[in-house]
């Protein structure tokens, strides 16, 4: 358990390097909002990671085992990456910045791969709500520092210095990888790339529901990661500081998606795992319709306060059930390759449905967006109900 909080930690740290500090460094740039939305394609990579995936499956690395010694390869490489993106100006070289992001998002990726497949491996079923739960406070944790902290140190040391400090800080997870211990062996894991490649979507499109889990997988989450993703512009243009955003936003924020992780892990036991999954994700949409609120009501701190926590809480709750669901899918022969198909799904609606949100929110406004990505949540609670004569 606390292997999974700290390789969450160290999948969190890299993902808004990419999104909303980026998007910050960005505006400060004066980079139009239909830029920054498009920006949301660099994460292409996280939506596509289940084709390099069974690589992970077939091959180890001739030190620390399969998981592990592939782990430590691509986090060295990340730590680089990271400081590399901090010496590219998105204003005056935005290829630059693209080509960089990339990398950092394939070596992020890649990690997210190895991290999932070594908690499913190590956790038996029984522990995966609330190891899901651990690893998604320590994956917001690594988040608030990079996106928080790093808009906060921006207004001291700039963006460029940030980034560098990111790199560094990505470097020290060969520490808990060099400290974890290898799951064991599985019977049955793949013993050609061949049988990695087609074996897992075999075993998984030969389930009932298969197509129905998949579009579940992409559409639970859909609304309240289109509104995730303009947050940071939305603070901005009602007049937030960036100090002010990093401290509450961030920060304050900070408890109540540890409280929701916990709370999460705890009712996914009491409850089980199809009431959870329920009863969160009509919070997970409830507070996305808080941002509207807040557009109507403007510039006020108690009440991003309020709605920061809301949305922090049912965040948290909603992504450890979410994530505990995904990995109850998983045969434990193919786990890499299955659980990045399945994360792979969550990440389109980040990658290529957000891609449209900043035009979305010039058209509507930013009352009108909120509440449209507040609705758009329903179908993915009207699919679970087909989950009901087994899940529940």
């Known amino acids: 358990m606390v292997v999974a909080f700290f390789m969450g930690f160290y999948s969190g740290l890299p993902l808004l390097l990419t999104g ?38 077939r091959y180890a690395l001739p030190l620390l085992g399969r998981r592990r010694g592939w ?14 993106l901090g010496w590219v100006d998105p204003a005056h070289a935005p290829w630059g910045v693209v080509l960089v992001a990339l990398l950092v998002a394939f070596l992020s990726a890649s990690q997210d791969i190895l991290i999932d497949a070594y908690r499913r491996e190590s956790l038996a079923d029984l522990e995966q709500g609330l190891g899901a739960s651990l690893y998604v406070n320590g994956y917001r944790l690594g988040m608030l520092l990079t996106s928080g902290g790093g808009l906060i140190l921006a207004d001291f040391i700039g963006f460029r210095q940030v980034y560098a400090l990111c790199g560094l800080l990505m470097a020290t997870g060969a520490v808990i990888t060099l400290w974890a211990r290898e799951p064991q062996s599985v019977h049955g894991a793949p013993r050609t790339l061949a049988e990695a490649v087609v074996q897992p979507f075999l075993a998984f499109f030969r389930r009932d529901d298969a197509v129905w889990i998949l579009a579940f997988i992409l559409l ?19 007049g937030f500081s960036k100090t ?56 006020d701190l108690i009440g991003l306060m309020g709605v920061v926590t809301f ?72 699919v679970l109900l087909r989950f009901r004569r087994w899940l529940a």
């Open 20 to 57: 909303s500090l980026l998007q910050a460094w960005m505006r400060e740039s004066a980079v139009d909002l239909a830029t920054i939305g498009l920006f949301a394609l660099v994460g292409l990579p996280y939506t596509g990671k289940f084709l390099w995936a069974p690589l992970f499956d």
């Open 71 to 84: 782990l430590l390869l691509v986090q060295l490489s990340l730590a680089g990456a990271i400081a590399g």
């Open 220 to 238: 639970y989450k859909i609304g309240d990661t289109m509104a995730s993703h303009m947050t940071m512009p939305f603070y901005l243009d009602l």
């Open 244 to 299: 002010e955003i990093g401290a509450v936003v961030k920060l304050f924020g900070f408890w109540a998606t540890i409280a929701g992780g916990l709370i999460g892990g705890v009712l996914i036991l009491r409850l089980g795992l199809y009431a959870s999954l329920w009863g969160f994700g009509v919070l997970q949409a409830l507070s996305t319709a808080g941002f509207a609120l807040l557009a109507w009501w403007g510039r």
């Open 311 to 382: 949305e922090n809480l049912s965040a948290g709750l909603g992504t450890a059930a979410f994530v505990a669901f995904m990995a109850s899918q998983t045969d434990r022969r193919f786990t890499a390759t299955q659980y990045a198909l399945l994360s792979s799904l969550m990440g389109i609606p980040r990658v290529i449905v957000a891609a449209p949100t900043g035009l979305l929110a010039e058209w509507l406004g930013w009352p009108g967006f909120f509440l449209f990505c507040a609705l758009i949540a329903l179908p993915g609670l009207l």
